[in-house]
C-alpha cells in the first residue's frame, strides 16, 4: 500500500512539471495557451527567473522579439506613430535638370497670353504655348482620396539684351500640369539693368511653391512647363533652367539647374477589426 502511494505520487508530479496549461482550449500547444481576450492589469515582465521577477520595461518602450527559442525583449524604436485624422508623408519624389528650355530665346515673340487658369490643358496654345522641362517629370499613384500633394519648384532663369547699355524684360510663366492639366502657375518678370559689367546678362531665381488637396485615386503624371508672355525685344536672348549661351564666364548649367520636389501626404485612417 505504501508502495502504491509513492508511485501515484511520482506520477503527479511528474505530471505536473511537463504540463501544459490551456485556457479556452482543450488541447494547448505550448507552457500555457490562451485562446480569447488576455486583460493585463499590471505591467508585463519578461526576463524573469526563480529569483527574478523580470524587467517591465521603461515609459515609451515596445516589445520586440528576438526569434524563436530567445526571449523579447524591451526597445527604445524612434518611429512616429499617427493618429488617426492627423496626415502622414507618404512618398517624396525629388528631380533635378540641366538642360532646361532654350527654345524661347532670341526672335522668339512671346504669346501675349496674361492670364490661366485652373484645367487649361498644356497643349492648348490658345492658353498660351508651353514648353516642359522633360527632366522633371514625375509619376506616382495616389491611393487615399483624402491627401494633400505639394509641390516645390525653383530654377533659375536667364537673359541677356542685344546692348548691354540698354535695359531689357521679357515676362514669363511657369506651371504645374497634373495629367495634362494646369495645377498651379506663376508670372514673373525678368530685366536686365544696363548691365555693362555682365555684357548685358541678367540671372534671376525663379520659385513656385503650391498645395492641391484631395487629388482623385489612381496613376498622377506631374509635368513642369513655362511659357514667355512678352518682351521688349525679341531679339533678346532667354534661358530658363539653364545658361544662355556656354561661352559666358557668368553663369552655367549648374548654377541655374532647375529642382522639383513632390511630397505625396494622405490622410491616416485606420480599419476597424
Given amino acids: 500500500m505504501k508502495k502504491s502511494m ?3 505520487l511520482a506520477g503527479l508530479l ?11 482550449t482543450s488541447s494547448p500547444n505550448s507552457t500555457l495557451d490562451v485562446n480569447g481576450k488576455t486583460t493585463l492589469r499590471k505591467e508585463l515582465r519578461v526576463g524573469g527567473t526563480s529569483t527574478s521577477a523580470g524587467n517591465a520595461g521603461l ?11 530567445l526571449p523579447p525583449v524591451w526597445k527604445s524604436l524612434n518611429l512616429s506613430f499617427m493618429e488617426e485624422g492627423q496626415y502622414k508623408l507618404i512618398n517624396s519624389y525629388l528631380s533635378s535638370d540641366q538642360v532646361g528650355i532654350t527654345t524661347l530665346s532670341s526672335n522668339v515673340a512671346g504669346d501675349t497670353i496674361y492670364k490661366n487658369n485652373v484645367g487649361d490643358d ?11 522641362i522633360p527632366g522633371l517629370e514625375n509619376n506616382f499613384t495616389i491611393k487615399n482620396g ?20 540698354t535695359s531689357q524684360n521679357i515676362g514669363f510663366a511657369c506651371g504645374v500640369f497634373r495629367n495634362g492639366k494646369l495645377v498651379a502657375v506663376r508670372p514673373d518678370k525678368i530685366a536686365s539693368n544696363n548691365n555693362t559689367d555682365k555684357e548685358g546678362i541678367q540671372d534671376y531665381i525663379f520659385t513656385l511653391s503650391y498645395t ?22 525679341v531679339l533678346s536672348q532667354f534661358a530658363i533652367g539653364r ?6 564666364t557668368v553663369s552655367n548649367a549648374f548654377t541655374l539647374e532647375s529642382v522639383m520636389k513632390i511630397d505625396v501626404i494622405e490622410y491616416v485612417t485606420y480599419q476597424a477589426n
Avoid at 511528474?14 to 479556452?24: C, F, P, T
Avoid at 500633394?149 to 536667364?158: A, K, P, R, S, W
Avoid at 509635368?223 to 508672355?229: E, M, N, Q, V
Avoid at 545658361?243 to 559666358?248: E, L
Fill in 6 to 8: 509513492y508511485c501515484c
Fill in 14 to 24: 511528474s505530471l505536473y512539471a511537463n504540463a501544459q496549461v490551456g485556457i479556452g
Fill in 59 to 69: 515609459n515609451g518602450q515596445v516589445l520586440v522579439s528576438q526569434g524563436e527559442g
Fill in 122 to 132: 498644356i497643349t492648348d496654345t490658345s492658353k498660351g504655348k508651353w514648353v516642359e
Fill in 146 to 165: 483624402k491627401n494633400r500633394l505639394t509641390y516645390q519648384f525653383q530654377t533659375g532663369v536667364e537673359m541677356k539684351a542685344p546692348v548691354a547699355t
Fill in 212 to 233: 492641391e488637396q484631395n487629388v482623385p485615386v489612381g496613376a498622377q503624371k506631374v509635368k513642369l512647363a513655362c511659357r514667355k508672355i512678352d518682351t521688349s525685344n
Fill in 243 to 248: 545658361n544662355v549661351s556656354n561661352t559666358n
